[in-house]
């Protein structure tokens, strides 16, 4: 059965360190993975894709991730993170008519 | 550009109750899906529709209802309210039920009591 898996529930982080969140997926096929962000009161935007080809991928806001089949994970990096970063996180699965969503990781960013 | 648009934002039902949220979409994606997101939960499928005429279940479809008449409109029907279903609730929609990115819109806040 197809899963997501963000072990982190909630990460703090200085504003100007480096960040990395953790993603795991379960999936027989060639997976679709997505990164999304939420913030308070609003609904998910994208942060960036993978569909094949290049296993690091470049999204909006600084963000990046990089696809490792041999550990089935798809982990979210910015080098500097900014006080906007402060949302929640979410990594997704696609399996073709259905996108599966991990628990969320929720990132607070102190001064 | 209105993109997903989810009326209402904010619902309080009683138990037994019946309600419709409704879903709109003016971007002619064809793939349309209705998620719940609870605490420690992330967001769960319960229902989705690849074109108008089709829909299917998804991880939590039990005491929901959907159908999808025409492309834009994608209802979200729940037939006696409990209180398991006090949730957020998200429609979002796609141009590609495979790769495409989910637009979502910005929530209904449903409460039951």
């Known amino acids: 059965a197809q899963s997501v898996t963000q072990p982190d529930i909630h990460i703090t982080v200085s504003e100007g360190a480096s960040l990395e969140l953790r993603c795991n997926y379960s999936y027989g096929a060639t997976p679709y993975l997505f990164w999304y962000v939420q913030s308070p009161g609003q609904g998910l935007q994208l942060l960036l894709k993978?569909?094949?080809?290049?296993?690091l991928v470049q999204g909006i806001k600084g963000f990046e991730a990089e696809f490792k089949r041999s550990q089935s994970s798809f982990n979210l990096r910015k080098p500097s993170v900014h006080w906007s970063d402060a949302a929640e996180y979410f990594c997704a699965v696609g399996t073709g008519n259905q996108f599966y969503f991990g628990t969320g990781t929720s990132l607070t960013v102190i001064p | 550009n209105a993109g997903v648009t989810q009326t209402p934002k904010f619902q309080v039902l009683k138990t037994g109750q019946s309600m419709t949220l409704q879903c709109a979409q003016d971007?002619?994606?064809?793939?349309m899906s209705w998620y719940r997101q609870d605490p420690g939960m992330g967001l769960r499928l319960i229902h989705y529709s690849v074109g108008a005429g089709i829909t299917d279940q998804g991880e939590v479809p039990n005491g929901y209802n959907v159908s999808r008449s025409t492309t834009e409109d994608f209802p979200l029907r729940l037939l006696s309210a409990a209180p398991s279903q006090t949730s957020v609730y998200f429609c979002?929609?796609?141009?590609?039920?495979?790769?495409?990115?989910?637009?979502f819109g910005e929530g209904s806040r449903l409460t039951v009591l």
């Open positions: 971007m002619n994606h064809e793939y």
């Open positions: 979002a929609s796609s141009s590609d039920r495979n790769t495409g990115e989910l637009f």
């Open positions: 993978y569909f094949s080809g290049d296993t």
